[in-house]
């Protein structure tokens, strides 16, 4: 069964700073893996798809990689803002799981003035 | 432009109460999916359908039964609520594999 874990669980930052959030997943057998934005008591915000033949994709300040041999995936976010502080989810379709996706638990994010 | 409407938004139901949650997508996507989501367990599969006339079971199927009524709606059954099931349910939709959009959620207490 696919695993996703996501490195840290929570992070603090002052504002404008660049940070990373780390995503693993276990079978490297994927078809696309997505990055979801989760504010409190809300739903989830899709951010980025990366299907399994790119690299990388960019949607403003925000760049997602995929290295698929190895099993991970970055959140590149620059110049963080107090309102990019939310809970990032990473989410992993793969060749078993038909249409569906495999979650991450989320690093919760605060970015602090 | 709705996207993934679901209802309701919050629901307090006793042990042995049934009720069902909808779901309806106005993006005419062929894929729905039904979620939970707990504290420390992230986002688990209760069912999905791949397109209009199929279900299949997710990582977390049992107590719950669900029917999609066409290509809009994917509705989840609880036909008798455990205090287990208290949870976020949400629901999501998709064009096949490519990017899943997902409802605002449905919070629901099992007393």
């Known amino acids: 069964k696919q695993e996703v874990t996501q490195i840290p669980a929570a992070l603090s930052v002052p504002e404008g700073e660049n940070l990373v959030l780390n995503c693993s997943f276990t079978?490297?057998?994927?078809?696309?893996l997505q990055w979801f934005r989760q504010d409190p008591g809300k739903g989830l915000t899709s951010l980025l798809l990366?299907?399994?033949?790119?690299r990388e994709q960019t949607s403003g300040r925000l760049n997602a990689s995929l290295d698929k041999s190895s099993g991970r995936s970055t959140l590149y976010i620059a110049a963080s803002q107090p309102g990019d502080s939310a809970t990032y989810l990473c989410?992993?379709?793969?060749?078993?799981?038909?249409?569906?996706?495999?979650f991450g638990k989320g690093t919760s994010l605060l970015v602090t003035p | 432009n709705a996207g993934v409407t679901q209802t309701p938004k919050f629901q307090v139901l006793k042990t042995g109460q049934s009720m069902t949650l909808q779901c309806a997508q106005d993006?005419?996507?062929?894929?729905m999916y039904w979620y939970r989501q707990d504290p420390g367990m992230g986002l688990r599969l209760i069912y999905y359908?791949?397109?209009?006339?199929?279900?299949d079971k997710g990582e977390v199927p049992n107590g719950y039964n669900v029917s999609r009524l066409n290509k809009r709606e994917f509705s989840l059954r609880l036909e008798s609520a455990a205090p287990s099931q208290t949870s976020v349910y949400f629901c999501?939709?998709?064009?096949?594999?490519?990017?899943?959009?997902f409802g605002a959620g449905t919070r629901l207490s099992v007393l």
């Open positions: 989410a992993v379709r793969d060749y078993n799981s038909g249409y569906a996706l495999n």
């Open positions: 990366i299907q399994s033949s790119q």
């Open positions: 079978d490297s057998a994927i078809y696309n």
């Open positions: 359908s791949a397109s209009e006339g199929t279900t």
């Open positions: 993006m005419n996507h062929n894929s």
């Open positions: 999501a939709s998709s064009w096949q594999g490519n990017i899943q959009y």
